[in-house]
């Protein structure tokens, strides 16, 4: 256990790692400032946006960043590239409406966070670890009680209610992203992938979160699922479930899902049965 948490102390310690993760904070942070005024509306005439972050990652790190990127939700729909410049490295971002969509469908705090603050443009060209700026927090004021004379005045709402109508409006809008236009969950290509994807589509499914169900089977769709792998996790059962939602487009996913897999399982079984036989 102590060796453990010395090798994590270490990899924090460790400078290229650290650049790593202030890489990913930048990100972060661009991406949502985009929901400011000044950014919604450039994407709003552009569809996309598009940053330069000037950083010396190595391979690794780079590797490592990618993989970061493609395995958060958030995230995934970002597209990521490393130029190679005279005066150094650097990372380009790309981010579609449907990328900042999504990480909108993950924080959706952050759409009404920033939904009325001003662009200042701080993100834009070439960004630094050092000039990077962390998100600012809102500082909660206690209410005041009024007095006998303002309480005969009509009452306004309070800030706690329109904020609150602010969050719902704002889940409204990104709960009604397209499923289509989800983007499909990396699943890796060993059992372990399969056993995440069940707890994910079972998770989503208890949550009532079918952009993340859809997510799942998009992702479950890329690869092939051996047939002791679905004996193994009984994944069938949980893409199953997807069909008894009521929407149509993911109870599509599922039955393409459910029926590749019925055929790989009965081809298995036959290819048993020869075996046998032929002993």
Known sequence: MQAMQGASEERAQDPAAALMLATVRMIRNWVESSFSGGEA?????????????????????????????????????????????????????????????????????????????????????????????LPVHEASTPCKVPSQKQAKRPLASSPEKSKRSRTKEAMAKISSMPLQDVHAREVSRDLKGVVAAKDGLTAALSSKDLHEAVAWLKGLGRREVAPEDLAKTRIGLAVNECRKQGDPYMTKLADILLQRWKKAWRQAQEQKGSERDAT
């Open 41 to 133: 509306a450039r994407m709003e005439r552009k569809g996309q946006l598009k940053a330069r972050f000037k950083v010396e990652l190595s391979s690794e790190m780079w590797k490592e960043l990618q993989t970061f990127v493609k395995a958060s939700f958030a995230l995934s729909g970002l597209q990521l590239k490393r130029l190679e410049r005279g005066e150094g490295s650097c990372v380009e971002v790309l981010m579609s409406g449907e990328a900042r969509q999504q990480y909108a469908l993950k924080n959706p705090h952050v759409v009404v966070k920033n939904a009325e603050k001003p662009s200042d443009g701080a993100l834009e060209g070439f960004c630094t670890p050092e000039t990077a700026k």
